[in-house]
């Protein structure tokens, strides 16, 4: 991607001599990275490091024996899957993440891999080539009207959503409900338990004159 074509500079003055990072810097700042964390953190924790949108590019990376528990973080998207050509198709959509899956599973023998980040646009379901992804922020003008009925979209992302929680592991959909599920219900069930119990008018006055004295600048 040319990053500089794709987001013009609002000020191309200030802009000038702004260039993408090259891999080589990436890789030495997470290998600084990477030495000044494990200072302050056990080798039990994990370190994880993003793959620069280049999945299979690091199968050289933290070989060697002091790198202990580092994970590989992909960011998948279908915008980059239409930006390297992908046909926008339901198809074809399906089709590119079948091969993630193989560069995921061939990953995996060198790091663990998790997918941080992924989601069901698609420039088919919007009704226009988005160019990627892009929008009005990036100067490109979206559709006047819509094209794609709600029930013609809903078949697209339900198309999508199937055969992308088909790459992911069971313990990766376990971990997703439990962060995305699980724990807001149980965090709202404690803030209802807390506000139906504690009573924040006993403290008020203490509070006021805590706070008139000082305290709590640790005075």
Not at 114 to 128: K, P, Q, R
């Amino acid at each position: 991607m040319k990053v500089t074509e794709r987001y013009p500079a609002v000020d191309p003055e200030k802009a000038k001599g702004t260039k993408p990072n090259t891999m080589e810097f990436i890789r030495g700042f997470y290998l600084e990275a990477y030495d000044r964390i494990r200072k302050h953190m056990p080798e039990d924790k994990y370190v994880v490091f993003h793959d620069a949108f280049c999945l299979k590019a690091w199968k050289d990376f933290m070989r060697e024996d002091k790198y202990k528990n580092v994970v590989l973080d992909t960011h998948q998207y279908l915008m980059v899957a239409e930006m390297k050509g992908c046909q926008q198709t339901v198809e074809e959509y399906v089709k590119y993440v079948k091969e993630l899956k193989k560069d995921i599973e061939e990953m995996q023998e060198y790091f663990p891999v998790i997918c941080g980040e992924w989601c069901l646009f698609n420039s088919l379901a919007v009704g226009c080539d988005t160019k990627g992804g892009q929008s009005v922020l990036n100067g490109v003008e979206g559709m006047a009207q819509e094209t794609v009925s709600a029930e013609e979209k809903k078949k697209i992302y339900n198309a999508v959503a199937e055969a992308q929680l088909k790459v992911q592991s069971a313990s990766a959909l376990s971990s997703i409900s439990i962060a995305f599920a699980w724990i807001p219900v149980i965090t709202f069930v404690i803030c209802v338990i807390c506000m139906a119990f504690f009573n924040v008018d006993k403290y008020y006055a203490k509070v006021v004159e805590d706070l008139s004295q000082g305290k709590h600048r640790g005075e």
